[in-house]
Structure formats: C-alpha cells, structure tokens
C-alpha cells in the first residue's frame, strides 16, 4: 500500500476550538499524541490537541532540507523499529516500512590493509566476513548466539508494551531465561560483551545500541546502557530496523489523518502556558498569536516531556533532565563516495548501519573525552542512507541522476559541550565526524556533497541544544529523560503513564514504556482513559 501524502495533514492552520470542554485535551503533535488522539477519537471521545509548532508531527517529520532542491529528509528522526503492527492495523493507517537487506558494515584496518565486517541477512556471506576479519569462526558463534538470546527475549518482551504494565516479576516470568535476564537486567552490559567477544571491533559494533542517544558507557552501574540496548532490540520481536516509505512523516501524516477521520480536533500555533489540573474538570491554558486562551478537559494528556510537565503544573521537576547526547548531520550527495575497502560495494556498505570509529576502545574512548569537556577524536558516528531502499524521498530527477541521501548520528556529543559557544563547537563537532568518515573513504566527502539553489553544500546540522530550540526537548534529550526498563507497579499505574495527578497523564516518551518513535505511550495513554 502506497503512503499519503505528508503535507496537509501535517500542516493545518491554527484555529479555535470548537468546544470549551473537551473529554481530554492533549498536549504535543508528537506521533505519540496524534496515535493518542485517534484512539480516543475512534472511541467517540471529543478530543483537542494542541501543538505549539506551525505542524503536527513533532520529531518525526519529512523536510525539504535544501532550498530548491526536491528531497524529503527525515529531518531528526529517521528509523522506525518499535512501533507496533498493532498500532498500524487498529488505526488502519496507509503506512509503510521496508526491511534494510543490510544490518551493518564497520570499516577498520588488518594489518594495515582496509577491510570491514558486512553483516547481512545471508548467514553465510556474513559468517565469511567475520572469518575474514577475525581468522576463525569463533566471533560469530558468538555473535549468533548473543543475538538469538536476545532476540527470543524480544519476541516475549515486545508484546508487553501494549499490554498492561507488568510487575518486574511478571515480566522476568515472561522473559522465562535467567542468563538472559542477568544479562539484560542486572548486570552492566559490558560484562556480557567482554565475556561473549573478543575482537575490539565486533565488541563496538554490539555496543552501539546501548548508546543511541544515551551518554553512558558500557560499565554504568546504573545500567542506562542496557536500558538503551534492550529498546534498539526488541521492535517488532525481532530487534529489526525499518525504513519508512516517504520519510517519517508519512508516519506522523497518516496518524494526523486517522485522528482527524475519527473526529479529533488538531490546533497548530498553540502554545500551551499552564496545566490546572482542578478537581474533576481540569483547565489547560494556551497561547495564541499572543493572546491567552483556556479549555477546560476531563483528561489532560502530555506528550512533552516530565520536566516540562512539572513546569506546566507550576512544579519543581522531580530531577533535572539528562542532557541529550547526538549530533545529527543531513545531508544529500550527487553520488556515494567511494570506499577504501574496495572488497564491499558502498551501495552494500551505506544500505544499512556504516559504524563509523565505534571500536570498543573508541567508544570507551571518547565517552571519557566527552565526560571531561572534549569533544571526542575520532569522533565516533553511525551513517545509513534512506534513499538506497526507499528512493521516493527524491523528486524531480534526483534519483535518475544518481542523488542520494546519507543521514549521520554522532555519539557522545552531549549538550554542555555546546554551552559556551553553540556555533563555534557545533561546527567543531561537524569537523570532527568528517573527518572520521573520510578516514574510511577513499575520496573527501565534500567531493560527493550535492549543492542547493544558492550553491551552498546541502548539509544541515543538529546538535542537543539546538533540538531543545526547535522541537521543546530539554537538553535536547530525544527520549524526554532516561529510558527505564519495561516494567513497574502495575498497582499503582496500570498502564504507566501515570503523574500522581489522577487527570493528569504522560503519553510520550517520558512515560515508563516510552522512547524512540514507537506510539506506544500514546496507545497506553489512551488505554489508561478508556479504563481497559
């Protein structure tokens, strides 16, 4: 099924409300309060979402990044692993995604010749990979079974984030593997790493997920690490990454249009000030244009962040928010360059994860630089390339002429590294990504940047504070605040979105199941509403 389009829907004028009450009131366009929206408004609820930005879509959003050029990048989010077939079908939304043939490549030097390991959804091709690289079989063996371990948690675990909150016992039982419970649950991740693999190289390829967006490292006693690893692998019960035909905002452009089918009002251009959640009827206070406005609501939903919320409560926040800790890099290129592995095709190498100076000396490396004040050297990052498996995202003739496009995370990059001077250290951090990809490529990077209509290079970036400008995300922090593992007091909140305030509900990524584009707290916001 073809997408729709991601304009309209995602970009409707601000307007009054055409209520004084409504049954709940959501703050935040995010995907997560647009799937809140549609599931109340499919159950007959009145439902009025207001959004600060001029568009619905929040993070998850298609641009057209480069002034007359016709490409639509998913401008901050990019990937979509968590969110639920479920969510899709019960919403009947006109979405879709398309597997990556390939997982990863991670270029590195043997013997000081250029190589690379290539994992791929052909067991033997990747088993000769890791053979090349390591000299035995042994790595990946061990590759084969940490992953299955790992994936046989996801198909139990998965399932559970839609369901009512379980207990930490519940979900242990439902887990039923106790090395993979120590190792997932108790025990710093690092140690299963260390124990598992031997090669620098396949250690850092493994450690990566737990650092997406998580300033940690791989020995936190505070297990941040596995709490970020166990998001990036169990979506969808298998751990797999899927590109969303047209950009994320076919996805966040087809839940507008479910929420607005089912009768769901969506207000852009305004800004919520206050949150007086009052006894039985709460009020939400909103601005716009410079005038103030209140709503009354049976039910407040949150989609910002808990800092935020507390702020809106006219409350201290709990705990100051983490810092975010990503540099994202956009770009569009004439052609891909080339590689100095000349063994792998960089339409093989840039079609899945390019692990870019992600060792496990690296990583460790340059967390302790970052932890210090530095930025790190080489900077370690990850690259894919949307428009390899999805090249609708090209208009015009691009894709005839050869364009692609190359979407960069950098790691360890966190917030107050970019407090003092935001320009000077964002463009210090952008050189420093470079400069590690073109280590691995064969020709400079800038060689294969296309140009816009003004003739500038189309590369655009963003770092953690410029993430809390433009999207509202404290610190920049793309998960709202630290992930948490998947279970709770299901007592106390069965569905975990709760505040304390009993009108008062979390349904975005700040909710206990929340993080990565998953509308999962938006479901069970909604679930907690309808009293199932």
Known sequence: ???????????RAPHRPTRSRYDAVIVGGGHNGLVAAAYLARAGRSVLLLERLGRTGGAAV?????????????????????????VVADLGLRFAVRRREVSSYTPTLAAGRATGLLVTGDRARTAESFRRLTGSDREF??????YGRTERVAR??????????????????????????????????????????????????????????????????????????????????????????????????????????AGAELRTGCEVTAIDPGGELAEVAYRVDGVEHRVGAGKVLCNAAPSTLARLLGEEPAAPAP???????????RRLPRLRDTSVDPREAFAGTFHIAESYRELEGAYR????????????????CHSLTDPSILGGDLAARGYQTLTLFGLHTPA?????????ARRAALDGVLASLDAQLAEPLTECLAVDGDGRPCLEVKCPPDLEDELGLPGGNIFHRDLRFPYGDPDADRWGVATGRPNVLLCGAGALRGGGVSGIPGHNAAMAVLGR
């Open 369 to 384: 630089q970052a932890a210090t004040g530095s930025l790190p050297a080489p900077a370690p990052s990850e690259i894919y």
């Open 1 to 11: 099924m073809q997408p729709p389009s991601h304009g309209p829907a995602a970009e």
């Open 141 to 146: 063996d061990a590759w084969r079974e940490f």
């Open 416 to 424: 107050a590294l970019f407090a003092r001077d935001r320009d000077a």
């Open 62 to 86: 298609s641009t057209e990044a480069f002034a007359g050029v016709p490409a639509r990048l998913s401008q901050y989010s990019y990937l979509v692993s968590l969110l639920p077939g479920k």
């Open 156 to 261: 139990r675990v998965f399932p559970s984030l839609t369901e009512p909150l379980p207990s930490r016992a519940e979900l242990r039982r439902t887990v039923d593997d106790e090395e993979a419970w120590e190792m997932l649950f108790e025990r710093p991740l690092g140690e299963a790493v260390e124990s598992r693999f031997r090669d620098d190289l396949v250690r850092g390829v493994v450690l990566t997920d737990a650092l997406i967006g998580t300033f940690t490292h791989a020995h936190d006693p505070d297990l941040a690490q596995n709490r970020c690893f166990l998001y990036h692998v169990i979506g969808g019960g298998d751990g797999g990454w899927h590109v969303p035909v047209g950009g994320m905002g076919a996805l966040t452009s087809a839940l507008a249009d479910a929420a607005v089918a």
């Open 323 to 333: 810092q975010g800790a990503q540099l994202k890099v956009n770009m569009l290129l």
